[in-house]
Structure formats: structure tokens, C-alpha cells
């Protein structure tokens, strides 16, 4: 019995984190980004163009993963007014791409458009390597 009751709980937590909202004429998003004059471990998001967002978006909510360590970097969940682009060095909440010495990593930004209700709109991501392979 001791160990069922916590099974249980984790089974709920992961149906109720698994049961995002999506719209089923939900649009896909264009990423793009770079890490141009971006330092190692530094904080906040790289300079991203966002394209394909729908006119009924409220919040975007952004997230980075790092494929080679399994790690996620942080989400974070902004009001929208109207701008495509995020400024390079904002949102602190989201730490940046930290490979270490003389290593690539490959990161996976996603960026979600949500409308009033939290009901996904519009998704997309973009993967690079940092440092940026030449």
C-alpha cells in the first residue's frame, strides 16, 4: 500500500502536466536566433524573430532545452503586445546556453503562442549549436 499511494501521485502529476490545451487549427511558428555575442553561462534570451504569431495571442511562453545534457534551461510566460522580436539579454529567468570548456552543445529554444484561455494557438522552435559551428 505504501508504495501504491505514491505511484498514484505521480501518475496524476503527469496526467495533469501532460494535458496542455491545443487548438486543432493551431499554427506553426517560425524561430529564429542566433547566439551572436552571446558568452557562455550568460543569462537571458538570445535575439529571436518570431514570425507567424495569430492576431488573438496573449501570452508567448518560451522555453530552452539542452539536447546534450537533457537539461531544460527554464520557461517563462510573457503578456504579448504586439512585438515579433525578443531583445537579446531579456528574461532573465531563462539561463543560457553553458557547455563547458572546449565543448558544442545543441539547444532547442520553443516558443508556444497562447490565447485568453491558455489554449495553445501557435507553436515552433529552433535547435543551434553554441558556440555556433562554422
Avoid at 91 to 106: A, D, L, Q, S
Wanted: aromatic residues 10%.
Amino acid at each position: 500500500m505504501k508504495k501504491i499511494i505514491p505511484m498514484i501521485l505521480i501518475c496524476i502529476c503527469f496526467s495533469i502536466y501532460s494535458c496542455e490545451k491545443k487548438d486543432p487549427n493551431s499554427v506553426e511558428l517560425s524561430v529564429e536566433f542566433t547566439w551572436e555575442g552571446y558568452a557562455p553561462c550568460d543569462m537571458g534570451l538570445p535575439q529571436m524573430d518570431i514570425g507567424g504569431i495569430p492576431k488573438n495571442t496573449k501570452f508567448l511562453e518560451i522555453s530552452m532545452y539542452d539536447h546534450k545534457y537533457g537539461f531544460d534551461h527554464g520557461e517563462i510566460k510573457i503578456a504579448y503586445e504586439g512585438s515579433n522580436t525578443i531583445i537579446k539579454g531579456s528574461y532573465k529567468e531563462i539561463t543560457g546556453p553553458c557547455p563547458g570548456p572546449n565543448e558544442t552543445g545543441r539547444y532547442k529554444i520553443t516558443v508556444k503562442a497562447l490565447d485568453a484561455d491558455n489554449v495553445v494557438i501557435g507553436d515552433g522552435s529552433k535547435e543551434r549549436y553554441f558556440p555556433e559551428k562554422k
